[in-house]
């Protein structure tokens, strides 16, 4: 593949996030270099006006598609608030009284996407569909809406159908399971020891509903899960993510959690693990926070799209999935 093509298509896997209100002039650069989109955080936001002028300056740079992404669970994880914007409780609270849970679930992705959608918001990273099986977990918990799998499985599944139904893609978190850790993947390299068996009873429950109802993307979790794959957590495990694909049929794009999280950065050589992620079979790189690593991703993953280390039809499959994300949500 020649150079130039091979960058553009580097590009194209990744997700940036930027500092500040307006868009840097590099960060501009790398979208117009084919980069999928840019994710926005509290850091990016004033008011609705700023930040619907940033993602209008944002799909303004090329002709294609660019999309806009911002992690809007509800709770506490909520990066834009204040007019315009309803502060909800923890998901969990949807989860406690089961009457009707499933009917205000779907109302609640109904309202993020009236709010976001108008906006110049693409992309929601939410739904949580980690199951809460762990009191210890410090980063989960109250995102999750339940205990029970195949309650997180119903509210779920609810929520992903309003959110869409709004025009806003949904993405359902973090595969093949956040729940039972005791670390934050933020801070540290978490393990699990589950088997299988155990995946199917609990964790991949949720998902399962998810593809169901026709999820738009799932994230993948930075998470060893030691009795299937000792050595590569999920984002980079073939084995794992093929379980989405494979045995439940998932379709839609994959993407990683931020790949800056040290339970990449400080246990995987940087930019390298990208190109493990991408075989692996993500289609989307959250690189959300420096710039420098950005463009070394892109260097990287070019060198090994021309080399073919990357195969070409991985990137094709990637690309393909990215369009057909784009044609219904990006606008």
């Known amino acids: 593949m020649r150079t130039e093509l091979a960058t553009k298509s580097a590009a194209g896997f990744l997700m940036i996030g930027f500092e500040g209100e307006t868009l840097p002039p590099r960060t501009a650069e790398i979208l117009r270099q084919g980069a999928f989109g840019a994710i926005l955080f509290a850091r990016n936001f004033v008011d609705r006006t700023q930040v619907s002028h940033l993602c209008h300056a944002i799909k303004s740079l090329d002709d294609r598609p660019i999309a806009v992404a911002v992690d809007h669970e509800g709770g506490r994880v909520q990066r834009f608030r204040g007019p315009g914007f309803t502060d909800t409780r923890a998901m969990r609270d949807l989860g406690v009284h089961p009457e009707g849970a499933e009917e ?9 996407a009236a709010e976001l959608r108008p906006l110049g918001i693409d992309i929601d990273f939410a739904p949580v569909l980690d199951v809460d099986s762990n009191p210890a977990n410090p980063v989960i918990g109250e995102r999750s809406f339940s205990t029970d799998p195949y309650v997180v499985a119903r509210l779920g599944a609810a929520f992903i159908e309003g959110l869409q139904a709004g025009g806003v893609a949904a993405c359902g978190k973090h595969f093949p399971g956040h729940g039972d850790t005791d670390i934050d993947s933020h801070l540290a390299l978490p393990r699990i020891g589950h088997d299988l068996a155990r995946l199917r009873r609990v964790e991949l429950v949720p998902f399962e509903a998810s593809v169901k109802a026709h999820v738009a993307s799932i994230m993948t979790s930075h998470i060893l899960f030691t009795a299937l794959d000792a050595d590569r957590p999920a984002t980079m495990s073939p084995r794992l993510l093929a ?22 950065a400080e246990h995987f050589p940087m930019p390298d693990a990208a190109i493990d992620a991408v075989v692996a079979g993500c289609d989307v790189l959250l690189a959300c926070h420096t710039l420098a690593l950005q463009d070394a991703m892109i260097e990287t993953l070019a060198k090994a799209i021309h080399d073919e280390r990357i195969p070409a039809e991985r990137v094709l499959e990637a690309e393909v999935r990215r369009a057909q994300m784009a044609r219904k949500f990006v606008r």
Do not use: N, P, T, W
């Open 243 to 264: 379980l989405l694909r494979e045995e439940l049929k998932f379709d839609g794009v994959l993407v990683s959690d931020d790949l800056e999280m040290k339970a990449i």
């Open 104 to 112: 205000r679930a779907r109302a609640l992705g109904q309202l993020f």
